[in-house]
């Protein structure tokens, strides 16, 4: 296959260099190479998207265009995506390391899924009819509408780039808004071919401005910048917290935050073990564990804790750990070297507080293809007990944690699963169906899975609570996210 990728910042329709003409180079995690060079955004660049997206929303054909037809340019642009589907999953899978199939799947085909999803939206957001005390001898009408912000900032994560970019963004184009959007610095090459093919769509320019480059720089000063109306982030609870400050000192703009997570998943002695052992070992590894939603932390009952360990470590064995462009690999590079470094560094430290290492916490050393040791084995560690590191901090990779709780003990188990600032999903495994309701009640988090794990859907709400954030991409919900409620009272 010939990929064609483009590496400029692409504002007001075009491709253009950074303004001070700087670049920088984004690796392939397999073997450390350089893809390309990839143009490196300045503050400058951001004023100017910023303007672009502004007059494409104040003066454009984008804000004076009737929904349905706005819907039509979005199902186009699914359309195209869909036509593009293994050209943006091989470079999926070549700048951030996905597994080509799951890239295939699921960063690419939830994508698509996700701009047809909000593309039926856009003729069907409306206000509505209230009753309120009349103005007597005169009468009175009020009703509501619902109108977009304005230009909205997009800032995403490195794990599923062109996913969390459909995830915010087609709510946002829904909604008729226009924006400007930051990928990761590190995979940056999926968007701005979304950004091509949104040309190809008839999306008007300055509708999509895509700036690669630093979030200290790039990402500082869509937070800081006058004229952008909402900002919706995913990425670490600390980044979350100041991106959220210096969003109220600049101009008080509204806020979405899908934050760091530490997801409790409790598994009881009456659940079905070979859909636990099978689905359990995905809510860890899914997407080398990578994955915001990932099951942070296990409590096994402690009646079928050594014969659940015992089967997982089988599975994970089965598992081919390998070049993620190669069909039948199971698990591919972490997504960069300095991610790869702290995940040694967690299962050290998870070893040092007397946690035991089951398995893996390790490089893999695979010389017949990989000229560095980029694939880091997936891991289990038991006998964690509460107060350590690895039990209240997110590895983000894939480290399977796990402790034991007494037969019989709901209550107890709940209480350990609770105690954590984060809030973003849940999940347990049990037959007995008032259990599980019970446990779904009791669980603080803003998903929760039962009897499987890692189910999302564009059209049910995702995101957390507590230090996990707050705000939903997907469903109706995030369309809410990227609008504004108008009350109009006529009397007549």
């Known amino acids: ?94 700048d951030s390391g996905a597994v080509y199939t799951l890239a295939l799947k699921t960063h ?26 009349q103005a007597r001898p005169n009468r009175n009408l009020t009703f509501t509408k619902k109108e977009p912000l304005g230009v909205c900032a997009i800032v995403i994560p490195w794990n599923y780039p062109l996913m969390m970019l459909a995830w915010k963004s087609a709510a946002c184009l829904a909604a008729g808004n226009t924006l400007v959007l930051k990928p990761a610095q590190v995979t940056p090459l999926t968007a701005l071919k979304f950004a091509e093919l949104s040309v190809k769509a008839g999306i008007p320019k300055g509708v999509i401005n895509i700036l690669p480059g630093s979030g200290g720089m790039v990402g500082q000063r869509l937070s800081d910048h006058p004229d952008i109306r909402k900002l919706g982030f995913t990425g670490s609870t600390p980044i979350g917290k100041q991106i959220m400050k210096s969003c109220a000192v600049s101009n008080l703009k509204k806020v979405s935050l899908e934050l760091g997570g530490k997801s409790p998943l409790i598994i009881f002695s009456d659940c079905d073990m070979d859909k636990a052992v099978r689905m359990v070992r995905d809510s860890v590894y899914f997407n080398k564990g990578e994955n915001c939603i990932a099951a942070g932390r296990l409590f096994v009952e402690e009646s079928i804790h050594d014969e659940y360990i ?40 998870g070893v040092k507080e007397g946690a035991t290492l089951v398995y893996g916490g390790r490089q893999v050393d695979r010389p017949d293809w990989l000229s560095k040791k980029s694939c880091f084995s997936p891991t289990v560690f038991t006998e964690v007990e509460d107060h350590m590191f690895i039990a209240k901090e997110e590895s983000f990779g894939p480290v399977m944690v796990v402790s034991k709780f007494k037969d019989g003990d709901v209550e107890g188990v709940l209480h350990r699963a609770n105690d954590t600032e984060y809030g973003l999903a849940s999940g347990v495994f049990t037959r007995d169906i008032n259990k599980a309701m019970y446990v779904s009640e009791r669980l603080e988090a803003g998903t929760v899975f039962v009897n499987t794990y890692n189910k999302t859907d564009v059209a049910s ?8 954030g707050f705000g939903k991409d997907l469903g109706e919900d995030a369309l809410m996210e990227y609008l504004k409620t108008k009350a109009v009272t006529v009397e007549y």
């Open 310 to 349: 015992s089967r997982v470590v089988e599975e994970i064995k089965k598992m081919k750990i390998g070049d993620p462009l190669d069909r039948s690999t199971d698990h591919g590079p972490q997504n960069h070297k300095a991610h790869l470094d702290k995940l040694l560094e967690y299962c050290e430290v």
């Open 461 to 468: 709400p995702f995101g957390g609570f507590k230090q996990s």
């Open 108 to 133: 690419v085909g939830m994508s698509i899924q996700t701009f047809r999803y909000f593309a039926g939206w856009c003729d069907k957001i409306q206000g509505k009819t209230i009753p309120i005390n």
């Open 1 to 94: 296959m010939t990929v064609k990728m483009p590496y400029q910042c692409f504002i007001n329709g075009k491709f253009e260099d950074a303004e001070n003409g700087k670049s920088y180079g984004t690796i392939n995690p397999t073997d450390g190479s350089t893809i390309c060079k990839v143009s490196y955004a300045s503050v400058g660049d951001v004023d100017r998207a910023v303007a672009a997206a502004k007059e494409a929303f104040d003066n454009g054909p984008w804000g004076r265009m009737n929904p349905r037809d706005r819907g039509s340019l979005l199902y186009k642009l699914a359309d195209l995506m869909e036509e593009h589907q293994e050209e943006l999953a091989t470079i999926e899978s070549i």
